[in-house]
Every structure is written in C-alpha cells, then in structure tokens.
C-alpha cells in the first residue's frame, strides 16, 4: 500500500511517499529559513504564502523520487492540525484535491502523532507500550503510548516549548536563525557550570514543564553582563542548553518509572540535541530504559511520518471527507477529531 503524506504545520513544506506503512521510498523538505531568518522567527502569513508557492513542486518531486505512478497510491494523508491554521490549510487543501482528482481516501493526521510514529518508523524494534517525549518549537510533552486507542498525555508545557526557549535565547545572545542548532553549537565551547540557572518545575509534582522562567532568567543575566563577548555567549548558551535539557531528562526519567515503561520515543526538533541524546543515553545505562532517537531527518518536521501515522489510519479504514477542516489546537485524543478550536 503506497501512501503519499503531506506536512506543512509551519515553515516546511515536506512531502514523502511511504511504504505499507514502514518503508520511506522518498521524503522531500523544503525550508523557509531564508524568508523567516530576518524577523528572527516564523511569520506566519510570509509561511502561508511561501507554501503556496512550493507546494506542486515538492509533492511533485516526492511522487517522482518514489518513481511511481499517482494512480498507485491508496491514500493521502495529510497534517490536519495543530499548527498554525494558513500553513495548515495549503498542505491540506492540496492534498484534498488531489485524492479527489484520484478518487482516493484523504485522512487528517495529528502533527504530534505523526512525531511519535517517526520513532516507530526509524526503529523496527520499538513498540507499545512505550513513553514518547515530544521536544519541538511548539510542543513539549510526554505520552504513554498504548497499541490501541491514542496516546495518553501525561504532561506537557504550561508556557514556553523547549525548541521556543532554545529561539528565543538565540536571539538574546545575538544569534543566527534557527536558534536550536545555533544555541547547541555556542554551547559546545561554553561552560555549563558558568551560570546556575533554575530548572523550571523539577520540585513540583506532576509531569508538566515550563519554560519561560528559564528564559527570563538568561534574559536577566545577559542585561546584566551588558555587551556580551563571544565567551559570555559561549557560556550563557551552555548553561542555559544543560538547565533546559535537564528538565526534559528528569521529566523523562520521572514518567517512565511512574509509569513503568522500559523503551522512550523522543521526537521532534530538539531530539536532535546532542546533549539531550547523550544523557538520555546514560541515563538509560543506569536506570535500565532504552532511548530512541529518530534520525536527524525525522525529528525535524517531514512528512514520511505523516505518511507513516496516516497509513495506520487508512488501514483500519479510517478517513476523513473532503468538508475536513484545519485546528490550530487540538488534542491528540480528539478521535475522530472533534476539534477544540477549529477555524
Ligand atoms: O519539530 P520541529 O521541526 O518543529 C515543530 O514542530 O515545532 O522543531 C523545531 C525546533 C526549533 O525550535 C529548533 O530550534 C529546535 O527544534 N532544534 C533544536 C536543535 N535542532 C533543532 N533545539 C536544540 N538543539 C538542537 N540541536
Ligand atoms: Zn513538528
């Protein structure tokens, strides 16, 4: 079964043709950094009509990657939400029209369920149950992944994603757009130890995050030190990227014990996190849970694992009409998506 997947949530506009279900036969991404990298983040109506502009060309070029003929596919599955509700809406219309031009069902995939079969599709071995730590720009929760019914949110951010806070202190510290890679990339020559920052939440009970008192306290210690040198940005990035990422790895450790889980997902951008990946790895050896991390690729917004959720939808004959509508928020439980805030 050929399953062609469409992904534009935020500023990429991917496309991928996935396999029954497991195999990615091509994955296509197309990036907006050169459109959002002056404003230091994404505007959203410059992303809207950026996808617009690609959009026939990246399906197109994934259709003819796979090497396969439109009339093949059995499906097209498409991010119905959340994200930002005019990126949204060119993925889905788009896709939308084609299964209508084809005469093939279109289902709407959760964004976060499409991060967590990313896990499931870059490794054969894992499987429910299991706990999955999303780490995005826009997302930062955990979920107990069951084999049937959806996945169960144990805690998420009350505030800030941790890929936001990552943004938003690349922009304090001078920079450059995108902000994860670039804070990541100060803080490999920096001094975690150099600033004690807060690690938001860790004494409350519970497994929820926050995350703008992190960021308001790199704030308060760069107006402090005033023009900041290349040292001072060098150990404000690591020490913040150690306070950031201690949080996710408690959280993680706290939920999997609570829960008594052995095997932990981690998605999204920020899983892409060097210093994330290693503690979780060592943290693993102590506590005796095994961490996967999707390739790089895959943690990143693409659309194989949209493809890859979708195809689980389709097989079990679910889908979606074409009346199918875009959510900026809603719950991943929604089945079959009765949406909290729809546009
Ligand atoms: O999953 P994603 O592509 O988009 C959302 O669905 O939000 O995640 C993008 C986020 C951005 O906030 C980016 O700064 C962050 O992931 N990110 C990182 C790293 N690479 C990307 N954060 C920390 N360390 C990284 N190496
Ligand atoms: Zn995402």
């Not at 308060?220 to 040198?229: I, N, P, Q």
């Not at 950031?244 to 899983?271: F, M, N, P, T």
């Not at 979708?310 to 809603?330: D, I, K, Q, T, Y």
Request: one cysteine or more; hydrophobic letters at 45%.
């Amino acid at each position: 079964m050929w399953v062609l997947g469409i992904e534009s949530s935020c500023d990429e506009m991917a496309s991928a043709v996935v396999r029954d279900g497991w195999e990615i036969v091509s994955s296509e991404v197309r990036g907006q950094n050169d459109v959002h990298s002056p404003y230091g983040g994404v505007v959203p109506e410059l992303a809207s009509r950026d996808h617009v502009r690609v959009v026939s060309e990246v399906v197109g070029a994934a259709v003819e990657e796979a090497g396969i003929s439109l009339e093949e596919f059995a499906g097209v599955a498409v991010t119905a939400g959340p994200g930002l509700v005019g990126s949204l809406l060119v993925g889905l219309s788009f896709g939308k029209a084609l299964a209508y031009r084809l005469g093939i069902p279109v289902v709407g995939v959760h964004h976060l369920a499409g991060h967590l079969a990313s896990a499931e599709l870059a490794d054969r071995e894992l499987g429910p149950p299991y706990l999955g730590l999303v780490a995005s720009g826009a997302h930062t929760a955990l979920f107990r992944v069951e084999s049937t019914g959806p996945p169960q949110r144990l805690g998420e951010t009350r505030d800030d994603a941790v890929g936001e806070a990552f943004d938003k202190v690349a922009v304090l510290l001078g920079l450059p757009f995108p902000g994860g890679p670039s804070v990541a990339a100060a803080a490999e020559a920096g001094r975690e130890d150099a600033v004690d920052f807060p690690r938001p939440m860790l004494s409350n009970p519970g497994l929820d995050f926050s995350y703008s008192g992190l960021k308001t306290a790199v704030a308060l210690e760069a107006e402090r030190r005033g023009e900041l040198s290349q040292a001072d940005v060098q150990d404000l990035a690591a020490s913040f990227q150690a306070a950031a990422i201690d949080v996710l790895v408690a959280r993680a450790r706290k939920a999997l014990r609570q829960e008594g889980l052995r095997e932990l997902a981690v998605v999204g951008g920020v899983a892409a996190n060097r210093r994330l990946r290693e503690q979780l790895a060592h943290w693993g050896e102590r506590d005796g849970f095994r961490a996967v991390f999707p390739p790089v690729e895959l943690c990143t917004d693409n659309a194989a694992m949209i493809a890859c959720a979708g195809a689980r939808l389709l097989e079990r004959g679910e889908h979606h009409g074409l009346a199918f509508n875009s959510f900026s928020r809603v719950p991943i439980d929604a089945t079959p998506w009765v949406a909290t805030d729809s546009q």
